[in-house]
């Protein structure tokens, strides 16, 4: 029903990384329909843990679908210092934004999980049947619980109310607007910043860990058509793995040296081992997303990583660092 006039689709968390790239791709790409009415929400328009804030924001706009991407983040260290508090900030938002689109009738939310749900301890490919199969990685796994609940309140409104209600699973973002936080970025960006700054000032660029983790990097502006693609097309309650193929993933030594190349960084990399890695790999299968999409044509990864270091430095002092 894509295209019918009067199609009002609010995105949580709108002012983030993924929300700015579907905020591009409907506005300049050409990524909205005659007939739909985009409306992006930051944390300064409604504070989502908040119940009577969250149904004050939805009576105000009264949309017909949501794509749901606020959540409480932070990198690898941050979490492991405040796990509890990701647990339930990310279950209040999770909760007050799908029980308010239920209870404001409104039958199609995806919202977005992330790779760091998968099990630790699994064999990979890592696909969409084996999210529940263990616990995550410990170093977050506050955000990581909170996530997985998604599926299942997905599933109980699919069972007791007929509601299509899904999720996307995309693995590593990168892009425009994401965080370049040093500590608590996520890890490519915060590495183009660490890079650019040794770079200015003439020192060693200093990577946390060893840069033996194994990752899938996926441009923020391909996870966003993709998105658009599942509000429109995917039928299925269970999640679907949005990501590279197995083959396109990369150690962070090699991104590191990508980076410093794009940024042109001709000075000393060093690797503290002390820190910690986090998970050394957590392959993910596109098998399903293929199957449904074999045409679709993913950023090449030197050509995404150069759009998003010129964005950096073309938008140092409006940029998250």
Known sequence: NSGEAGLRILVTGGSGLLGKAIEHVVTKQGGARDGEEWIFLSSKDANLTDLAQTRAIFEKHRPTHVIHLAAKVGGLYLHMKENLQFW??????????????????????????????????????????????????ESNYGYSYAKRMIDVQNRGYRSQYGRKYTAVIPTNVFGPYDNFNKENGHVLSALINKTHTAKVEGSPLQVWG???????????????????????????????????????????????????????????????????????????????????????????????????CDWFLNNYDIARR
């Open 88 to 137: 339930r900030d990310n279950i209040r938002i999770n909760d007050n934004v799908l029980h308010t689109a239920h209870e404001m009738n409104i039958n199609r939310v995806v919202s977005c999980l992330s790779s760091c749900i998968f099990p630790d301890k699994t064999t990979y490919p890592i696909d969409e049947t084996m999210i529940h199969n263990g616990p995550p990685h």
């Open 210 to 308: 060893s840069g033996k983790p194994l990752r899938q990097f996926i441009y923020s502006l391909d996870i966003a058509r993709l998105i658009i693609w599942v509000l429109r097309e995917y039928e299925e309650v269970s999640p679907i793995i949005l990501s590279v193929g197995e083959d396109d993933e990369i150690s962070i030594k090699e991104a590191v040296e990508k980076i410093a190349e794009t940024l042109e960084f001709k000075g000393e990399i060093v690797y503290d081992t002390t820190k910690s890695d986090g998970q050394i790999k957590k392959t993910a299968s596109n098998a399903k997303l293929r199957s449904l999409l074999p045409d679709f044509e993913f950023t090449p990864f030197p050509q995404a990583l150069k759009e998003t």
